[in-house]
C-alpha cells in the first residue's frame, strides 16, 4: 500500500506546473479582443465567423434556413462569413434540396465575403459528429451552429458577435428564457425539462446560465478546435456548456427569438435526448477530458488542478528565494503562478497559445501580473525592458538538447545578482518510461546540475533536495513496471497525502526525486562556490 500511494506522489511532481521549454509553439493566429483598455486590439471593429448547420431529413427547410443566413452579409462586423453545412445521413430529399440551393447561388446575389463548404455523412453519425466534421473546415475567429430548420433566426447571431468585440467573450450563448426576445408557447414539459437540465449543468460547472441546451452556442473558434468533443447526439450541448466552464472560458448570454415547431411540424427532439443529456451531465461533469491531446501536456497540467496541496508545498520551498521582480518560465495554467503572487512585477510565460488565454484570464484581477509567450531557448522572446531579479523555471531544462544556452538565456535577463530558481529531475538510473513520456532529454545528478549552471555562467548557492518519498515509486512504476500513464484519482490521493509527505521528505534515508538549484548572477569564484556546496546544499535541504 505504502508503494502505491508513493506511486500517486512522483509521478505529478516530474510534471508538475507541465513545463518546457521544448521547440517553440506557434502562437496563436486567431487575435482577439483583450479586456483590458490599454490593449489596441481593444479597437478591432470586425472578425470572421464560420457557421455550421448539421441536416438530417430537412428536406422541406433547409432552403429556408440557409437563405436566412444572407442577414450575416448586411452586417459591418463580419467580414468573411463560412457556411459549412454537413448533411448528416438524409435518408429523405435533403441533399436534393441541398444541391438545388448550391445551383442558385451562381446568381451572384450572395454578398462577396461568404464562403461554403458542403460535407455529407454516408450514415447518420448526430448532431455532435456533425459539428466535428465541420469543425476541420473552421479557419475563422469564431464558430456557431445553426439548424437547418426554422426555430431560430440568424439575425441573433448579429448581437452576439458585437459581444466578441466589445468584450472579453470566449462564448456567447443565446438564451430563449431572457427576457428581450420573443417565443412561440408550446411545450410546457419541454421547457420544464430544458430548465431542469440547465440547472443540473449549472450545479456541475458552477455557472447561471439560463438556456444551456440552446442551438446558439458562438465560441471563439480556436478554443472550440483545443476541446475534445466526444458526444455524437444531443448530448454535446451539456458538453458544450462544461467543457468551457471547466477550461474557466468566459461565457455571455443574449436573449434571443425562438419559434419552435410541433412534432406534426417536423420536430425531432424527444424525451431519449433529455435521457442522453441528463447522463451527458453526470458525464462530462466528472470528466478531465477538456484538452486536445498536444505537445504541451494540457491534460495533465488540467488534473494538476486537483493537487493544490502538492503544488503549495513546492511554492513554499522556493518562496523565500523570490524577489519582487519575477518571471516564471512555463507557467502552463498557472497553478504555481497564483501561490507566487503577488509581486511588484509577475511575469507568465510559456509557449503555449492556450495557456497564455488561461493565464490572461487570471491578470485580469493582478495588475502586477503580465502574460507573454516566451520560449527559453530564444532569447528575442524574453520580456524586454524590466530590471527583472528572480527567474523560476521549474521542470523545463530537461526537455531542451542545449540546457547550457537556456540557461544562458535566463542569466542574461536577469539583473546585477538576480537568481534563477531552477528545478530538475534527479538521478539518471531512474530514467524511464515515465520520463519518456514527458519528454525528458536528461535526468541529472547534483555535480551535473552544478557544472551545467557554472557553464552557463552562475554562481551556486544552493542546490535543495525535494521530494525523497517518490524515488522508490518513480524506479518501481518507471524503471521496472514501465508505465505510461496516471490517473484522476491517484492525483487525489496524492492531494489527500501530501501533508504527511511533507514532514517525510527531510526524514528519509532516500536521494530526492528532484533538485532545485538557487542560482546567482555575480563574478564570484566559481570554485570557491562549487567548494562550499556540498554544505550549503545539506544545511538548505
Not at 452556442?217 to 468551457?244: G, H, N, Q
Not at 462530462?284 to 501536456?297: E, L, M, P, W
Not at 534527479?426 to 514527458?438: A, I, K, M, N, Q
Request: glycine letters at 6%.
Amino acid at each position: 500500500m505504502t508503494a502505491i500511494f508513493l506511486q500517486l506522489f512522483v509521478i505529478v511532481t516530474e510534471k508538475t506546473i507541465a513545463r518546457s521549454i521544448r521547440p517553440a509553439a506557434k502562437p496563436s493566429t486567431s487575435p482577439r479582443v483583450s479586456f483590458h483598455p490599454d490593449d489596441p486590439e481593444r479597437e478591432r471593429t470586425c472578425t470572421t465567423l464560420s457557421v455550421i448547420v448539421p441536416a438530417y431529413n430537412e428536406e422541406y427547410l433547409v432552403e429556408a434556413s440557409l437563405e436566412r443566413l444572407k442577414i450575416l452579409g448586411d452586417s459591418s462586423d463580419l467580414q468573411l462569413v463560412k457556411v459549412i453545412v454537413v448533411d448528416d445521413g438524409s435518408k429523405d430529399g435533403t441533399s436534393e434540396a441541398i444541391a438545388r440551393f448550391r445551383a442558385s447561388l451562381e446568381n451572384g446575389e450572395w454578398d462577396a465575403k461568404f464562403r461554403w463548404v458542403w460535407m455529407r455523412h454516408e450514415k447518420n453519425q448526430g448532431k455532435g459528429a456533425a459539428i466535428r466534421t465541420a469543425l476541420t473546415h473552421v479557419d475563422t475567429e469564431l464558430v456557431v451552429i445553426h439548424d437547418a430548420d426554422l426555430e431560430y433566426h440568424p439575425r441573433d447571431l448579429l448581437q452576439m458577435v458585437k459581444l466578441f468585440l466589445s468584450e472579453d467573450a470566449d462564448a456567447v450563448f443565446g438564451s430563449r428564457f431572457l427576457s428581450g426576445g420573443y417565443k412561440r408557447a408550446i411545450f410546457f414539459r419541454h421547457a420544464l425539462g430544458n430548465k431542469l437540465l440547465t440547472f443540473l449543468c449549472d450545479l456541475v460547472c458552477d455557472l447561471n446560465l439560463t438556456d444551456m441546451e440552446t442551438c446558439y452556442k458562438m465560441v471563439r473558434a480556436d478554443l472550440l478546435k483545443s476541446i475534445p468533443l466526444e458526444s455524437s447526439t444531443f448530448d454535446v450541448e451539456p458538453e458544450f456548456a462544461i467543457k468551457l466552464a471547466k477550461r474557466g472560458a468566459r461565457i455571455f448570454e443574449v436573449p434571443i427569438s425562438y419559434s419552435g415547431r410541433t412534432y406534426r411540424e417536423g420536430k425531432k427532439i424527444g424525451w431519449k435526448d433529455g435521457v442522453r443529456a441528463f447522463w451527458g451531465i453526470l458525464r462530462y461533469g466528472i470528466s478531465t477530458h477538456i484538452y486536445v491531446k498536444d505537445a504541451h501536456g494540457a491534460e495533465i497540467l488540467e488534473r494538476l488542478n486537483h493537487a493544490p496541496r502538492f503544488t503549495r508545498w513546492m511554492a513554499d520551498v522556493i518562496r523565500p528565494y523570490l524577489g519582487d521582480h519575477v518571471l516564471e518560465i512555463g507557467a502552463g495554467i498557472g497553478n504555481m503562478s497564483i501561490n507566487l503572487m503577488p509581486r511588484r512585477l509577475y511575469w507568465a510565460t510559456d509557449v503555449n497559445p492556450h495557456y497564455l488565454e488561461y493565464l490572461d484570464k487570471i491578470r485580469l484581477t493582478r495588475p502586477y501580473m503580465h502574460v507573454g509567450y516566451t520560449d527559453g531557448m530564444k532569447a528575442e522572446s524574453f520580456p524586454a525592458g524590466h530590471n527583472l531579479d528572480t527567474v523560476v523555471c521549474l521542470n523545463v531544462i530537461e526537455h531542451v538538447q542545449d540546457d547550457c544556452l537556456a540557461l544562458r538565456n535566463i542569466l542574461n535577463i536577469l539583473g546585477d545578482h538576480g537568481r534563477a530558481i531552477i528545478l530538475v529531475p534527479h538521478e539518471p538510473r531512474l530514467y524511464g518510461s515515465l520520463d519518456e513520456v514527458l519528454g525528458h532529454c536528461r535526468r541529472y545528478t547534483q555535480q551535473q546540475l552544478v557544472e551545467v549552471a557554472q557553464q552557463a555562467g552562475f554562481r551556486v548557492e544552493k542546490v535543495l533536495k525535494f521530494n525523497r518519498p517518490g524515488v522508490l515509486a518513480w524506479w518501481l512504476n518507471g524503471r521496472v513496471l514501465r508505465r505510461r500513464t496516471f490517473g484522476l484519482g491517484q492525483i487525489r490521493v496524492l492531494n489527500l497525502l501530501t501533508p504527511i509527505f511533507r514532514v517525510l521528505d527531510s526524514w528519509l534515508p532516500l536521494p530526492p526525486l528532484s533538485l532545485i538549484a538557487i542560482l546567482r548572477k555575480g563574478t564570484s569564484d566559481v570554485r570557491q562556490a562549487a567548494m562550499t556546496l556540498p554544505f550549503d546544499a545539506k544545511k538548505a535541504s
